[in-house]
Structure formats: C-alpha cells, structure tokens
C-alpha cells in the first residue's frame, strides 16, 4: 500500500513539474515575440527612409527640414519638369550662388527656399517628401524675381534685353505645381513708325502711360531682387 502511494505520489511530482515548466517556456517565447515586434516597429518608424534620387530622407520630415538637408549637401533637388534630373548644392558655383531668404513664394503657407545667384538665381519648393526647382531661368535675359502684388507673392520674370522695350511675366500659385493666375505688361517703341511713340500694354490689351505707370509702381515698388 506504501508503494503504492509513494508511486503515486511521485507521478504527481512529475505533472507538477511539467505542467510548471512548460507555461514558463511559452511566457519567455511571447515576451521575446512581444519584444522583437516592438523593436522592429520602433526601427520602422524611427528609420523610415526614402531613396529617389539618391537621396535619404526620413518620412516625418517638414519641408523647412527638407530645404535645409538640401543646404547641408544631404539631398537634392529635383528639376519639376524633369524628373530624371537632379541636383546638390555642391553642384553650384557658389562663388556665384548664395543661400537666400526662405519666403512662401507659392502661398501655400509654407516657405520655399531662395539661392541668389545669376538671373536671378533659384527658387526652391519641398513637397511630398522631396525638393524640387520650382522657378529659375536658363541664362537668357530674363531676370527672375518675386514681387508682392494685390495680396499674394508672384513670380516675375523681366526682360529688358533692347532698349525701347520692357516685357514682364508674372505667374500666382497657391501651392508649387498650382498655377491660379498670370499676367503680362510691357512697353515697346516702334523704330519704323516713330510718330506712333511707345506702346504700353497690358495682358495684350493697350493701356494708357499714366495706367501704365500706376501698375508699374505698385509693382516694382514691392519687387524682390535675387541677384
């Protein structure tokens, strides 16, 4: 009877400690699950990058962040009406370039960069995670500048490029790739029809010199150079 209950008595020990052994071994495989996955998330969300271009940039970033990654040489910008073209700044001559003002050139609420350089240098936008040219000139003799007119910032590109004429093109966004309105002035002098004098305009409709002179001074006077 004694051995009987001692046998007993030990199979009890034994599904003791099985059943104490086996929770604790599947308590340390959940807490090391637990533990990776919270690792992995963390390392996703703490080094989430993007890699056009070349360019690492991590996904929380805000474009006055963006704007000064491109200025520390860390990424580049994006020609918008080319994207298989890119820049660095060390791409630039900066004998000849300098790091302007930020300014919300698009009225978008957020602030673009300026590199003032030749023509009027260079305006850049950061978007969706990128920089991208928002606004330049290619060596011709329009000068690029910006100018505060009837509210909002617009872009103006000048050419005085003879004398006796003056053209101007300004263009309105609300946001870097949204065009909202454009307008066009100038003066011409005729050389084969001197009696008629010079001819001032206004998105192709002539106006009058004193209307002429009235736009040009709300204008000009707020005009920004960016040489």
């Not at 998330?41 to 703490?46: I, P, S, V, W, Y």
């Not at 990058?49 to 006055?64: I, L, M």
């Not at 305006?123 to 505060?148: C, M, P, Q, W």
Request: aromatic share 12%.
């Amino acid at each position: 009877m004694k051995k009987i209950i001692i046998a007993m008595a030990m199979g009890v020990i034994v599904l003791v400690f099985s059943a104490c052994g086996n929770p604790s071994e599947s308590k340390e495989e959940e807490q090391s699950v637990t533990v990776n996955d919270d690792v992995l998330q963390n390392l996703a969300g703490e080094y989430a990058y993007v890699s056009d271009y070349g360019s690492g940039v991590n996904a929380e970033e805000s474009s006055e962040e963006l704007l000064d990654l491109f200025i520390n040489g860390e990424i580049d910008a994006v020609d918008s009406t080319d994207l298989t073209s890119a820049f660095y700044i060390t791409d630039l001559d900066m004998d000849s370039y300098s790091i302007g003002e930020k300014v919300d050139l698009d009225n978008d609420g957020e602030n673009e960069l300026v590199i003032n350089g030749p023509y009027g240098g260079i305006y850049l936008d950061a978007r969706n995670n990128k920089v991208y040219e928002f606004a330049a000139v290619d060596g011709t003799a329009i000068i690029l500048s910006y100018t505060y007119y009837n509210g909002a910032i617009w872009i103006m590109y000048s050419n005085r490029s003879s004398a006796g004429f003056e053209f101007y093109h300004m263009e309105k966004f609300e946001g870097a790739d949204n065009l909202v309105a454009e307008m066009n002035f100038g003066e011409e002098f005729d050389p084969n029809n001197a009696e008629a004098g010079i001819k001032y305009t206004l998105n192709e409709t002539e106006i009058s010199y004193d209307e002429y002179t009235e736009l040009c001074s709300k204008i000009f006077a707020a005009e920004v150079n960016t040489n």
